[in-house]
């Protein structure tokens, strides 16, 4: 794989994938839940602002646009509850956001399968409607377990935790077999568990509820690798990690050097998309294990606040990384997206387009023709 060659992803300037939602489509989701219009009529307006933010992405620069997730109201569970036999059910269990909310817990209730693909046709739309790379993102398999655990798995359904891997790993193949025959070139697994795994509390968390945090990083590399192992040569397949993403808040901090070795020894994905836009995310020490037959998108730029960061800031820290890194092999994007829920991080959408054309200057004056 050549990375100095400007068709190849990820791109010099990329970003997370999931956008802050227009104002008329949530007015639009509020009509449809109290029954005035139909889900014709919300799908219109959801492809009418899909459109639309293609479009901006494009004029922003960017050489991979997604939907933005506009479709969706969380970025992971309406992926993860599209399958058989995963749902919502399970009570909050933690680890929860700083801001105090949190979210009920995975359970797995029958056998897992994906018959017939997951917002397929989510992809299909954007591939049709974009003039550059259609990037599709879903939640990485580990969420599957991370966020519910062995005691929200249905003992009598899997009464061996090597059986519900096997079946969630089946089920992730079958998704890509059905990205790949719609023409999708540009796959994105979404991760939040190994940077939760290098703040020492989520640690604790982990061991509190019968999970041995070193195995589960262990775990989860494993069940990446299979899930893309037969994925087609001309897919690439990054990874991206984040502390957590809600209404500007987040869950976890520490750097990344408990999981480092492992991660990038052990997962054989493009590329690596990773959270460096505040101290909570550490130094890049850790990126002296990245192999350098793959990617590293610096996440310098937050998309939890509208202050935007200045050139000579990010230039600076690029700088900084390569002093483990060669630059040839770096790239930057925003740390996360801009609306990993529904409602979004407290950003304007004014800042956010503003965030996304920054990104493509900057790698512009880092790299030339990024």
Known sequence: MTYNDTTTPPFRADHVGSLLRPKRLLAARDRFASGDISSIDLREIE??????SIKKQEDCGLKAVTDGELRRTTWHYDFLCALEG???????QGPNFKAGHNINSLAVSKKVKNLNGIMIDHFRYVKEKSKVIAKFCIPSPSL??????????????YPELVDFWTDLVKAYQDEIFHLENSGCTYLQLDDTTFAMLCDPKVREQMKDRGDDPDKLIQIYSRAISEAVSKRPKN????????????????????????????????IPVDGFFMEWDTDRAGGFEPLRFAPRDKMIVLGLVSSK?????????????????????????????????????????????????????FVTEVAEEIWGNH
């Open 47 to 52: 492809d009418e602002c899909i459109s639309e």
């Open 235 to 266: 897919m690439i397949v990054t990874l991206h990690m984040c502390r957590g993403n809600a209404r500007s808040s987040w869950i976890a901090e520490g750097g990344y050097e408990p999981v480092a070795e492992d991660m990038f020894s052990r």
């Open 305 to 357: 606040f509208g202050k935007l960061e200045t050139k000579d800031e990010i230039k600076r820290r690029v700088d900084e990384a390569t002093k483990y890194i060669p630059l040839e092999n770096l790239c930057i994007s925003p740390q996360c997206g801009f609306a990993s829920m529904v409602s979004g991080n407290i950003i304007s959408e004014a800042d956010q387009w503003r965030k996304l054309s």
């Open 144 to 157: 599957a377990y991370h966020r519910g655990g062995k005691d929200f798995i249905d003992k009598k359904i």
């Open 86 to 92: 995963i749902d919502q059910s399970a009570p909050p």
